[in-house]
């Protein structure tokens, strides 16, 4: 059965530290996506970014950062040189055949100024 | 280009009592999903519309929670006779399709609390 796994469940820094938040599944797909979504107080879930299992490329767009190795079903998201705005939960998501999400519990991301 | 819509942003209701929630996805979506994330985890899938026909309700209890999308658009989602455990925020998204991969976009929920 596929599952997620955030082991982190809450994380506190200062701004401007860099950080990264841990994300572990667990599939029998060889085809899968990966995905992470920010939700912020207001409680709506952002999309941040997609992963296909065929895409092993780590990917960057401005601060964000990701690192994606399947030789330990790993998905991890680095935020370098955070900023207070990026205070919000973070949830890792599996999606298989179908079209359905399997979630994380999330990590809360603290950044204090 | 407008997001998904849903109302009300907050309800307070007594256990046993009825509620309804609903949701305006992105236009042109086809797809529509409700989860239901309770305090502390990740958003659990309720059911999955393609149109107006149900793909998955699966994990929805089926014996006081219903839902549907009569005309392929909008969706509502009821629970009747609400418990205490039903509270929660209950997230509506929509994507373009049913293919794999595709992004699903989020609504802001509904917080349900019941007391």
């Known amino acids: 059965a596929q599952k997620v796994t955030q082991a982190q469940t809450e994380i506190s820094v200062v701004e401007k530290e860099d950080v990264t938040l841990d994300c572990v599944y667990e599939t029998r797909d060889t085809t899968y996506y990966l995905f992470w979504y920010k939700q912020p107080p207001s409680g709506e879930l952002v999309f941040l970014i997609r992963?296909?299992?065929?895409?092993?490329q780590n990917e960057i767009s401005g601060r964000y950062s990701w690192n994606f190795q399947k030789s330990t079903s790993s998905f991890n998201f680095t935020i370098t040189a955070s900023q207070v705005v990026d205070s919000a939960v973070y949830f890792c998501?599996?999606?298989?055949?179908?079209?359905?999400?399997?979630f994380g519990a999330g990590t809360i991301l603290r950044v204090k100024s | 280009e407008a997001g998904v819509a849903q109302s009300p942003r907050y309800k307070i209701i007594e256990k046993r009592q009825s509620v309804a929630f609903w949701c305006n996805p992105i236009?042109?979506?086809?797809?529509l999903y409700w989860y239901q994330q309770i305090l502390g985890q990740g958003p659990k899938l309720l059911i999955q519309f393609q149109n107006n026909g149900v793909v998955d309700d699966s994990q929805l209890p089926k014996d006081r929670f219903s839902a549907e999308r009569l005309k392929g658009v909008d969706s509502t989602l009821k629970i009747q006779p609400a418990k205490l455990e039903d509270s929660a925020v209950y997230l509506c998204?929509?994507?373009?399709?049913?293919?794999?991969?595709?992004?699903?976009?989020f609504g802001a929920g509904t917080r349900l609390s019941v007391l």
């Open positions: 998204a929509s994507s373009p399709s049913t293919v794999a991969k595709n992004i699903q976009y």
């Open positions: 998501a599996l999606m298989e055949y179908g079209n359905k999400l399997v």
């Open positions: 992963r296909n299992s065929f895409d092993e």
């Open positions: 236009s042109g979506h086809a797809t």
